[in-house]
């Protein structure tokens, strides 16, 4: 019998659920910012994921929304983790110049976190057990939640149409309404039923339709109107009203929404800083603040991650352990000692680490013997201290089925694939209320066994939704479709 997958006439169909699920993005470069649109890549069937594994991440999501919080409330600790990075990495000064200029006099109405964490299960093989490590925590500019009810949507096609015969169990997921929710608390708080929500965006924006979710469901549910703006058409238009009140052209933001702003292209000149300092002087609520995104740099997480810092900022031990059992290894590339000794052990085992400069957004990280290469050539200057090392987490592959962005395959077959997932989480603080702190829903990312990097936006990862199993029936069912 020939499988489903194979029969031409359901791959057009998959093609059209994509397209009709608005599982899309803008098609290329050059093309102007309308509708012309092409599909996003997407695991025909979802992942198997364990239930116990997806239910810790969950949890501790309002114990890293809370770190979150206070990390960026202690200059001392982003200062300190800070301190060498800020010597050789002029993006990272630059927002912290701005971060250093603004703190003492902060305007924001609220405190706004609409971040992720990422994880992946580390597999160590038959009787090494299986433990959930968290890749990063992103706290700007967190994407893809726009996809969810799409996707949704298309794998309850598929499997009530062509895979009849396999049961999912995949969670209920809301990371598209918790995010809105969060923006309209916070401009709920800012007390104007005029002021719109800026979302900062690129000059050319390939994930527009996942941003445009956000944006359409703002104004079903809540009335709320957005605009877009990129950072130097913020410096041609924008002004601080008398009462510091962000004012573009003449429409009041309450909230700005940056989903661009974290990598050195979107600062082609200083007019783009300047204009990203006027939006950190204001009273909008910022997502994220300037110190936010420098809570969510690499480095800021490394130290997180030693000894005893985590302490410092969350009282309760047990939810310590439970957050600190997610952590992988990771060092400091000081020039001390261990730093040396990371250094040894990088070029000794580069297959073992990844290498990680201060960046965001994918296709920044060093791998296998790119590690090694890397590491020789910064090992020498001061710029190896803006770099952190990470013990490479390896997950459990299983079988998928991915469609890839139309045209490139027509033709479906199964490979080995591996997950990673993301919780999204809400915040949303006023003076010292605490107004909302909560898990808001996930993503799963999967990618061919092979494939170093993640992340739909480099396209190096497809879209996914978990389905869940108890971690034995996982165990033996990954086992059981690999030897397939
Ligand atoms: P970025 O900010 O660019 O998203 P990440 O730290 O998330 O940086 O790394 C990008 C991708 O690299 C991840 O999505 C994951 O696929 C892979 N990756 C990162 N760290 C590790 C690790 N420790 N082990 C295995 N893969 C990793
Ligand atoms: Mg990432």
């Not at 800012?190 to 445009?212: G, P, R, S």
């Not at 877009?228 to 429409?251: F, K, M, N, W, Y």
């Not at 898990?439 to 936006?457: D, F, Q, S, W, Y």
Request: overall charge negative.
């Amino acid at each position: 019998m020939t499988e489903w997958y194979r029969d031409p006439e359901t791959v057009r169909v998959l093609y059209g659920l994509t397209v009709s699920n608005g599982i899309v993005k803008k098609l290329s470069s050059g093309v102007a910012e309308s509708s012309v649109a092409g599909t996003i890549g997407v695991l025909v069937t979802p992942s198997l994921y364990p239930l116990d594994q997806f239910t810790l991440a969950r949890d501790v999501q309002p114990g890293f929304n809370s770190l979150i919080d206070s990390v960026s409330r202690s200059h001392e600790f982003l200062t300190s983790a800070l301190e060498n990075v800020l010597e050789t990495d002029s993006f990272t000064r630059r927002l912290f110049e701005i971060y250093k200029k603004t703190r003492q006099d902060n305007q924001q109405t609220c405190s706004l976190g609409i971040h992720r964490c990422d994880y992946m299960l580390d597999w160590r093989g038959d009787d090494g057990g299986m433990g959930l490590r968290q890749i990063e925590i992103n706290t700007v500019a967190c994407s893809i939640q726009g996809f969810a009810p799409g996707l949704k949507s298309f794998h309850e096609y598929v499997s009530s149409r062509y895979a009849e015969n396999e049961t999912f169990n995949v969670p209920q997921n809301l990371c598209l309404e918790a995010t809105v929710d969060a923006f309209a608390i916070a401009w709920n708080e800012f007390k104007n039923e005029e002021a719109a929500i800026l979302f900062v965006v690129e000059e050319e924006t390939f994930n527009m339709y996942d941003q445009l979710a956000i944006e359409v469901d703002l104004w079903k549910r809540y009335s709320i109107k957005c605009l877009r703006r990129t950072l130097s058409q913020v410096h041609g238009e924008a002004r601080l009203g008398p009462g510091r009140q962000l004012i573009l052209l003449d429409i009041v933001c309450a909230v700005v929404y940056f989903r661009a702003g974290y990598s050195p292209s979107d600062y082609p000149t200083d007019k783009e800083w300047e204009a990203r300092l006027l939006i950190e002087s204001s009273t909008a609520s910022l997502s994220p603040s300037a110190a936010y995104q420098l809570m969510g740099t690499k480095k800021v997480q490394q130290c997180l991650a030693s000894p005893g810092a985590l302490e410092q900022f969350v009282s309760d031990p047990k939810l310590v352990k439970k957050m600190r059992s997610t952590f992988a290894g990771q060092y400091a590339l000081d020039k001390t000692p261990e730093g040396d000794r990371a250094v040894e052990l990088a070029l000794q085992d580069p297959d073992r680490f990844v290498l990680k400069p201060q960046r965001e957004g994918g296709g920044n990280n060093y791998y296998g013997n790119d590690v090694r290469v890397k590491m020789e050539e910064i090992r020498d200057t001061p710029e190896r201290e803006a770099y952190i090392l990470m013990d490479r987490v390896h997950p459990p592959p299983q079988m998928g089925l991915i469609l890839r962005p139309h045209p490139r395959v027509l033709e479906l077959e199964r490979e080995p694939v591996i997950s990673e997932l993301g919780i999204y989480g809400t915040y949303v603080r006023r003076g010292e209320k605490v107004v909302l702190n909560t898990a808001a829903g996930h993503c799963l990312r999967t990618k061919p066994v092979a494939v170093n990097e993640g992340g739909i936006g480099v396209g190096a990862s497809y879209l996914d939704s978990p389905s869940l199993v108890a971690t034995e029936d996982f165990i033996r069912k990954i086992k059981h479709s690999i030897i397939m």
